[in-house]
């Protein structure tokens, strides 16, 4: 079973909005820091956003002030709410997590045990 699942991928015009989510399957347990990468057609796969064990949220330079990360901790459901979206946010955003309640490389790919298998954002421009 995948660990986690994302939802609300959809294709958008450029100045838009769109709301993400992420859900922790019910045998994944004591999810505390996640995030959202992204990939790109052609590109290497990006760190987005991530939230820590005691609600701390981190940004990448290009989402800053355009997105927002947020996690219900009863359930364990992550959310990415994404606004002015640019041609450049068409990827496919991916949510990871750990056990940890902090991460000290948090930008890092390499920082997650939990992969969803991802939900695919058009912007057309």
């Known amino acids: 079973q995948v660990p986690l699942v994302e939802s609300g991928g959809d294709s958008v015009q450029a100045g838009g909005s769109l709301r993400l989510s992420c859900a922790a399957s019910?045998?994944?347990?004591?999810?505390?820091?996640m995030a959202w990468f992204r990939q790109g057609p052609g590109k290497e796969r990006e760190w987005v956003a991530s939230?820590?064990?005691?609600?701390?949220?981190y940004y990448g330079d290009s989402v800053k002030g355009r997105f927002t990360i947020s996690k219900d901790n009863a359930k364990t459901t992550l959310a990415l709410e994404m606004s002015s979206l640019k041609s450049e946010d068409s990827a496919m955003y991916y949510c990871?997590?750990?056990?940890?309640?902090?991460?000290?490389?948090?930008?890092?790919?390499?920082?997650?045990?939990?992969w969803g298998q991802g939900t695919q954002v058009t912007v057309s421009a």
């Open positions: 990871a997590g750990n056990s940890r309640m902090f991460t000290k490389d948090i930008d890092a790919e390499t920082s997650y045990d939990y």
């Open positions: 019910r045998d994944t347990y004591s999810v505390y820091c």
């Open positions: 939230i820590s064990g005691d609600g701390s949220t």
